[in-house]
């Protein structure tokens, strides 16, 4: 579970103008996880091509400059504009060397897609939350959790937490639906009909 949890997007900003389209790319058709299986190393062919244009959005959203690339001052820029001011610059850089070296259109696919293909199958999720479910009810103790979260393997920042709190399935006694927390995981927040 941590380590899934992990293999969260490690900028707040990309996920932010993103969300929609990192929901929707854990829904693609049959027909693109087919061709992502063949293991073709063309990153547009991971993607449908509405996903391709949701994720141009937000690149063109974040290249605030419009050059073509995402520079430490996009990135102040953008997160200015979402109200977080002060942003240190070595969180800037950290973002940054992700794409080792300039990052354009390209890059940012490629960053998403390796995220993307980084999350945990449905089934290792929920099999990792069952070692703290020993009696099988579907539920783990937010409190518990969170501990847990805080403490262990891959420790999460309080603000990481909290973060995987606001989306989380938390019922009135405080404990958290993790199958449902497991579906939101690897499909998004958005349930199909």
């Not at 058709?29 to 141009?56: D, H, L, P, T, W």
């Not at 992700?98 to 940012?108: L, R, Y």
């Not at 995220?115 to 783990?140: Q, R």
């Amino acid at each position: 579970m941590a380590k899934t949890l992990d293999n969260r997007i490690s900028s707040a900003i990309i996920c932010d103008f993103s969300s929609q389209a990192s929901r929707k790319a854990g829904t693609r058709s049959k027909a693109a996880a087919k061709r992502q299986q063949r293991g073709s190393s063309n990153v547009f062919s991971m993607f449908e091509q509405s996903q391709i244009q949701e994720f141009k959005e937000a690149f063109s959203c974040i290249d605030q400059n419009r050059d073509g690339i995402i520079s430490k001052s996009d990135l102040k820029e953008t997160y200015g504009q979402l109200g977080k001011m002060n942003v240190n610059d070595e969180e800037l850089e950290q973002m940054l060397k992700e794409g080792k070296g300039p990052i354009n259109f390209t890059v940012f696919l490629t960053l998403f897609g390796e995220k993307l293909n980084g999350t945990d199958p449905e089934e290792s999720i929920l099999a990792a939350f069952k070692l703290f479910d020993p009696n099988g009810t579907g539920y783990v103790n937010k409190d518990e959790f969170k501990q847990l979260l805080l403490t262990q393997a891959d420790k999460f920042s309080p603000e990481e937490v909290e973060q995987m709190f606001a989306v989380a399935p938390i019922d009135v006694a405080g404990n958290i639906d993790y199958k449902s927390l497991c579906y939101i995981i690897t499909h998004g927040d958005e349930k199909e009909d």
